[in-house]
């Protein structure tokens, strides 16, 4: 099965994220031995070397029968990272409508770069939101939280979902505020927010560099159609998925004003992020997911 054929028929078929995103994440690490960026280190081992002076309550004695050397047992609050994957769930990411693809994409992105911080022993914390703050959870790296976070994501894949808005700004800004100790926070989002009052998101990414957190904005989008506007030459009839506003139209007659409005929109975007020194990355649905584990594992490595 290939990461560019994954669909939400497939993660119906096979039923369980969890298996699905440790299938991509072994792949994707396969592939990355094999690839120019072989150098980074996607195994992190549960111990580390004891230190003289260290309490010697945590050292693990089988360790020490089979390799002569003493080790100390890591624990939760000793991880290396502590990472926010925060997950906007409003209408317009179950665009296109016939497979749900980006919100599809962004809970396989998400559910992987889950598996993928476990496998490390990094601590993981899931928040969903569209005009606010729907789930958050703690921030943990045990099994059963991991299977938590999945079965989470899963749910966002349901059908007969409300039209829901976004409201990133606001919520950008509560977390801000909530998350106390220095983290990465993970944005999958379309951005698709008031654009006329686009100072108020780029105020709400400040707030989070302020705070000193590390962020990774993952812009997700269908490119052919939402940013090329690459459509038929037929009358359509669109839809705003958030308000259920529709309007009649053939695609040609606003192509033009459209590409340039959307166009100058995500360029602004992209100067803040860079001025904040914010990574963003342009996530389009029909890439795949390596440009999503690639772009975390470059973060994660500058971050150690």
């Known amino acids: 099965m290939s990461v560019r054929q994954l669909d939400l028929a ?61 080790y100390v047992k890591r624990y939760e609050e000793e991880t290396n990272l502590r990472c926010h994957i925060l997950l906007d769930t409003s209408s317009s990411m179950y665009y296109p409508e016939d497979n749900y693809g980006k919100m599809t994409f962004s809970v396989m992105a998400a559910a992987s770069l889950t598996y993928l911080l476990q496998r490390q022993k990094d601590a993981v914390s899931l928040c969903t939101f569209s005009e606010q703050i729907e789930v958050q959870t703690a921030v943990k790296s045990t099994p059963s939280h991991v299977h ?20 990133v700004a606001d919520v950008l800004h509560q977390i801000a505020e909530k998350i106390h100790k220095r983290s990465l926070v993970v944005i999958f989002s379309d951005m698709f927010d008031n654009i006329e009052e686009a100072d108020k998101i780029f105020s709400a990414l400040q707030h989070l560099r302020h705070n000193l957190h590390e962020v990774l904005l993952f812009h997700v989008t269908d490119r052919k159609t939402e940013e090329n506007f690459a459509f038929e030459n037929r009358p359509y009839e669109f839809v705003d998925l958030e308000t259920g506003e529709k309007i009649k139209v053939q695609p040609e007659q606003v192509r033009e004003s459209y590409q340039q409005f959307v166009g100058d929109f995500y360029q602004k975007l992209k100067l803040k992020c860079g001025q904040y020194k914010i990574d963003f990355i342009e996530a389009d649905i029909a890439k795949g997911f390596d440009p999503v584990l690639l772009a975390y594992l470059v973060k994660h490595s500058k971050m150690r």
């Open 148 to 167: 938590k976070i999945m079965l989470e994501l899963e749910q966002q894949l349901q059908a007969n979902r409300p039209l829901l808005k976004t409201s």
């Open 10 to 70: 497939k993660v119906r078929e096979f039923g369980n994220l969890e298996f699905l995103a440790k299938q991509l994440v072994e792949g994707f690490i396969t592939g990355l031995h094999k690839s120019p960026f072989h150098g980074f280190s996607v195994e992190f081992a549960e111990h580390q070397l004891y230190n003289t002076g260290e309490s010697t309550r945590n050292i693990d004695w089988k360790v020490f029968a089979k390799t002569d050397r003493l």
